[in-house]
């Protein structure tokens, strides 16, 4: 009979998680027991030196490549790097989470969730100032998941952070404060195909761990080198595996959820998840395919061959036919996530250095649009149809040029991060052998630029109406992230020569 | 294939799990689904027993069934017994791709996993369950040990679902509570409606039928004396006794003549 | 017996539960067919854990338990909202949304 012994944990190694951790739940007691009035400024407080303070220790102890926690916590290069960009995206979308001065009513999201849109007890809530500043706990608890999803090592911990992190993804999306009935509605649809995806993965989590005998990602991968070759058993549990987290970065098929819950939710969350959770998901994809499976690489590439030529393509075409801005964003996404899927196919180390800056780059194009979406306003709200952006370039000069920038960057014109980071994953892509991919993303770029260019052709080239939304003047928050991300996107595309080194670095995967 | 006690057991548990599964997906009433997925579940948990897994049988007996499965049927209570569905799909064939679907996986998997899994070998708990002292010894050394993060994550998802809860169905209250001289009060102003008890129907009427409506003491129907329900479906049900009354009599009248 | 059949009571339930995921309209069935999906997932992760002779399996279905039970209560709490703003469970009432 054996005797327990404890797991030995590097505290400093996961020191950024136990940071935003610890924050997370200081921030479930000043919701407990602080009055109302000061919960905001303590949970703003709280959360923008969380994230700062994670981030500060993640820089200093960036050499540290360990497995941890019993084999479920592994600290390496891309670990850093996406925990970092991840924290990066969250304290820019935590301005934008916390601006109230771009809606008369308040800030973006509902002064009760509780409360029935319409009601009287709303109106009477809005009047009186409420805020509903449980958001930043979700915030933190979000960010906490995604942190861990990066860095899991086994089936298990991917499985509850993808759950950590997806809850409050759910819960925020439903708390807009404007058209509630269609926030409403997009969380409920995200909640329901999200348990479903949840479940296509841990189903094929148990069928990997039939073949296995253990779900810890480099036993798989020892499992796979030692019997007589794969089996069809662990090849549909790696596929249904994929299934699960093709669902969060909204890959065709799994894509049904993403516009509506673009379009539903408020849009900081939008930010927040458009740009964070495509790191996370893609973050653990890498590490899954890279340290499990290595041995069954050609039957996953030819799954995501066909994911990412239908998501550039069918993404791309639907853009092209949607007249709402955050819809055409969502599908953009969707076209967005088939090109790194390239990168993910290529399964080099400087594939992984690609992606990894594509996902930092994109990331922080996706912010910058929509902090810039938020600040485009009529009567009603948000003026998302893209008849009403008619003549704002002339209106607002620099709202018009800043957006132009996260056009042209998505588009991948030269000069701006959208350019280098496309370059990077194609060139990565030929390096490999995947010309044909490579030539399909091309088509899907050039279709794409198309929907890009024409916003920036409604706002420069056509004349100002008299349904011409305007443009809310915005606090320091806004201004902070839209100056942040603007700056980086066109920093990293002129001198992209940093990043790319400091990524080359990070490229290998622990075992 | 030995039929032993096990095979028995499997056969039972299996056939109603399975029932019990198509009873949830085709139910026209969700509290008839409610009730076959608590069935699939107590069976599920026999097969973990069988399956030298007792903590986990017990666990899902009692949280899963036990809370999990009457968490649904509070909700259910909540949002309405009769919410049905609307045959109407959305999308066109939604219901016959979906079936489709269900049953490509079925074969898919089944398949699959059979070619795959020929002979593996049984390998059986009895070393594991004893290498602790017992089953739930080893499932402790486990989660406090390899999945020890997986323990702490999930207490930051606890949280996160209790919160959540809190957030969408806490309504405060921005006002005081009516108190009961108030709502008093308010009963006997002016223009408030009736403040005492309202008629039961047919009160002085020839029936006591609820479609009847009370006879106020001027001769004039409380209409309002009728259930709201059979108010609202339709005026013809409410049946005027006064006029039978007078026919009665008019016959009656006649007769003498 | 052979313990394969598990896995095989395991496949068949899953994909009952899809099927009732994408045929049902009722938000809290569709709901009921995930959780019957989690607990086929366990079954498969239990049967495995005999067959393979370590007790990881039934850790994995124990922290699945816990957290499907986390999952219910966000989701309820969500249908639960909706209803109150709707009256209705349907999942395609709500059609603000096209495509």
Same mark, same amino acid.
């Given at each position: ?51 700062i ?23 390496? !290069? ?8 991840? #924290? ?11 601006? =109230?001065?771009?809606d ?19 109106r009477?809530?809005?009047a =009186? ?17 995604m ?8 089936? #298990? ?13 759910y ?27 949840? /479940? ?9 761990? !039939? ?13 796979l ?18 299934? !699960? ?12 959820w ?12 939008? /930010? ?16 899954? #395919? ?18 990412s ?61 929509? /902090? ?27 709202l !018009? ?10 588009a991948?014109?030269?000069l ?14 030929i ?40 443009v ?33 670095? /990070? ?5 | 294939?030995?039929?032993?006690g ?82 109407i ?33 049984d ?47 806490h ?8 108190s ?14 009736h ?63 | 017996?052979?313990p ?33 999906? %989690?607990?086929?997932?366990? %079954? ?56």
């Open positions: 009979m054996n005797t327990f012994t404890a797991p030995e944990i590097d505290y400093v190694a996961i020191a950024p998680i136990l940071i935003v951790a610890i924050a997370a739940l200081l921030s479930v007691l000043t919701e407990t027991f602080l009055p109302r009035s000061v919960r905001r400024p303590v949970q703003m407080i709280l959360t923008l030196i969380s994230l303070g994670a981030l500060i220790v993640l820089v200093i102890n960036r050499d540290i490549r360990t497995i941890t926690g019993g084999g479920a916590v592994a600290i390496d !290069g891309p670990a850093l790097v996406l925990m970092g960009t991840i #924290l990066i995206l969250a304290l820019l979308s935590a301005f934008l989470v916390a601006e =109230r001065s771009l008369s009513l308040g800030d973006s999201f509902a002064p009760s969730a509780a409360a029935l849109p319409g009601s009287v007890d709303e009477e809530f809005s =009186r100032g409420y805020f509903q500043t449980e958001i930043w706990t979700l915030f933190l608890f979000a960010v906490l998941g942190l861990a999803f990066v860095v899991a090592n086994d089936l #298990l911990f991917m499985f509850v952070a993808l759950e950590v992190m997806s809850l409050p993804l819960l925020m999306v439903g708390m807009a404060r404007r058209r509630r009935l269609l926030s409403q509605e997009a969380a409920l649809k995200y909640f329901v195909l999200g348990a479903f995806s949840s /479940a296509f993965f841990i189903f094929g989590a148990g069928l990997v761990y !039939g073949f296995a005998g253990s779900i810890s990602l480099p036993e798989i991968n020892d499992a080198a030692s019997t007589a070759g794969e089996t069809l058993l662990i090849v549909i549990g790696m596929a249904m595996l994929l299934v !699960g987290l093709l669902f969060k970065v909204g890959a065709v098929p799994f894509h049904q993403t516009p509506d819950v673009y379009q539903g939710a408020p849009t900081p969350i939008t /930010a927040f998840m458009g740009a964070t959770v495509k790191v996370a998901a893609f973050g653990a994809m890498m590490r899954l #395919l890279y340290v499990a499976f290595s041995g069954i690489q050609w039957d996953w590439e030819i799954i995501l061959w066909a994911v030529i239908l998501s550039m393509i069918i993404g791309s075409l639907i853009a092209l036919t949607q007249s709402d801005v955050k819809r055409m964003l969502a599908y953009s996404a969707i076209a967005q996530s088939g090109f790194i899927l390239v990168g993910v196919v290529a399964a080099s180390p400087s594939g992984i250095s690609a992606v990894m800056f594509y996902l930092i780059a994109y990331g922080l194009v996706t912010v910058g649009t929509l /902090a810039v979406i938020s600040m485009v306003r009529d009567s009603t709200g948000e003026a998302t149809h893209l008849s009403k952006w008619a003549g704002l370039g002339k209106k607002s000069p620099v !018009g040029a800043v957006m132009a920038v996260f056009m042209l960057s998505l991948g014109i030269p701006t991060s959208g350019f280098v980071i496309k370059f990077s994953v194609f060139a990565a892509g390096a490999e052998g995947d010309t044909w991919l490579v030539i399909a993303a091309v088509v899907a770029s050039i279709i794409a630029a198309f929907f890009y260019v024409r916003v920036i052709v409604v706002m420069f080239f056509s004349a100002p109406n008299e349904n011409t939304a305007s809310a003047v915005p606090s320091i928050f806004t201004t902070i992230t839209v100056a942040a991300t603007v700056t980086a996107t066109l920093v990293l595309g002129i001198i992209p020569q940093p990043m790319i080194d400091l990524l080359t670095n /990070a490229g290998i995967f622990i075992r | 294939m030995s039929i032993d096990e095979l028995v057991v499997f056969i039972i548990c299996g056939g109603l799990s399975v029932i019990g599964a198509l009873g949830m997906v085709l139910s026209r009433k969700a509290v008839h689904s409610a009730l076959f997925i608590a069935m699939v579940m107590i069976n599920l948990a026999i097969l973990y027993i069988a399956n030298s897994a007792p903590f986990l049988g017990m666990v899902q007996i009692i949280v899963y069934t036990g809370a999990v499965m009457m968490l649904f049927l509070f909700v259910l209570m909540v949002v309405g017994v009769d919410s049905s569905d609307s045959l799909e959305t999308i066109r064939g939604q219901r016959l791709f979906g079936i489709l679907f269900g049953v490509a996986l079925a074969i898919l998997l089944i398949g699959g996993i059979g070619s795959s899994l020929g002979d593996k070998p390998i059986g708990l009895k070393a594991a369950n004893d290498e602790f002292g017992g089953n739930v010894e080893g499932i402790a050394n486990l989660i406090f040990s390899d999945y020890l993060f997986a323990f702490q994550a999930t207490a930051a998802l606890l949280i996160t679902a209790g919160l959540g809860a809190v957030i969408l169905t309504r405060e209250a921005w006002k005081p509570k009516a009961q001289k108030e709502l008093s009060v308010a009963r006997f102003m002016v223009g408030a409606g403040p005492g008890n309202k008629p039961n129907p047919g009160v002085y009427a020839r029936h006591n039928a609820v479609n009847t409506p009370a006879i106020l003491p001027d001769g004039s129907l409380a209409l309002d004396s009728v259930p709201e329900p059979v108010r609202s479906r339709d005026d013809s049900l409410i049946v005027d006794h006064r006029a039978v009354s007078t026919v009665v009599e008019l016959v009656e009248s006649e007769d003498q003549n | 017996m052979d394969i059949y598990y896995i095989y009571l395991a496949t068949l339930l899953f994909s009952i539960g899809a099927i009732g995921v994408l045929v049902r309209r009722n938000a809290i069935i569709v709901f009921m067919s995930v959780e019957l999906m %989690l607990n086929a997932a366990n %079954l498969v992760f239990v049967a495995f854990a005999r067959m393979n002779g370590n007790l990881d399996g039934q850790t994995v279905a124990f922290f699945v338990m816990v957290v499907a039970a986390a999952e219910v209560v966000v989701g309820l709490a969500i249908i639960v909202q909706v209803f109150r703003t709707r009256a209705s469970a349907s999942i395609d009432e709500p059609n603000l949304l096209k495509y």
